[in-house]
């Protein structure tokens, strides 16, 4: 005898408000056209993907969330990579991506 599938509930507003708390922690202010630097070099976003399917996909991990796009401005010849580091406070911000200086020219703009 066959069993009918149930059917899944709703997903819970508040575990998805905390997942995307968590996500956003963990990117940081590494949107695109933000460059940052760490141990491992200097490195410039060209793309943020927050679908989680293409995530894991690019990082070939199963549990992916989100994965950054990036280029090491250090190095001329290099390739755009892609990873999934969590932001840390050994991170540090050289330029704020784009969204945050359009939205601070426009401030000033305004003013």
Same mark, same amino acid.
């Given at each position: 005898?066959?069993?009918?599938?149930?059917?899944?509930?709703?997903?819970?507003?508040?575990?998805?408000?905390?997942?995307?708390?968590?996500?956003? *922690?963990?990117?940081?202010?590494?949107?695109?056209?933000?460059?940052?630097?760490?141990?491992?070099?200097?490195?410039?976003?060209?793309?943020? +993907?927050?679908?989680?399917?293409?995530? =894991?996909?690019?990082?070939?991990? =199963?549990?992916?969330?989100?994965?950054?796009?990036?280029?090491? +401005?250090?190095?001329?010849?290099?390739?755009?990579?892609?990873?999934? *580091?969590?932001?840390?406070?050994?991170?540090?911000? +050289?330029?704020?991506?784009?969204? +945050? =200086?359009?939205?601070?020219?426009? *401030?000033?703009?305004?003013?």
């Amino acid at each position: 005898m066959a069993h009918p599938i149930p059917t899944p509930a709703p997903p819970d507003p508040q575990i998805l408000e905390g997942l995307r708390r968590v996500i956003e *922690s963990q990117i940081g202010p590494r949107g695109r056209g933000a460059i940052y630097q760490n141990v491992n070099g200097a490195f410039e976003v060209l793309a943020l +993907v927050r679908d989680p399917e293409l995530a =894991r996909e690019l990082l070939r991990r =199963r549990c992916a969330q989100w994965a950054l796009v990036v280029r090491d +401005v250090l190095r001329p010849d290099g390739d755009p990579f892609v990873v999934g *580091s969590v932001w840390t406070t050994s991170d540090r911000l +050289v330029r704020e991506a784009d969204t +945050v =200086r359009a939205q601070a020219a426009g *401030s000033k703009a305004v003013r």
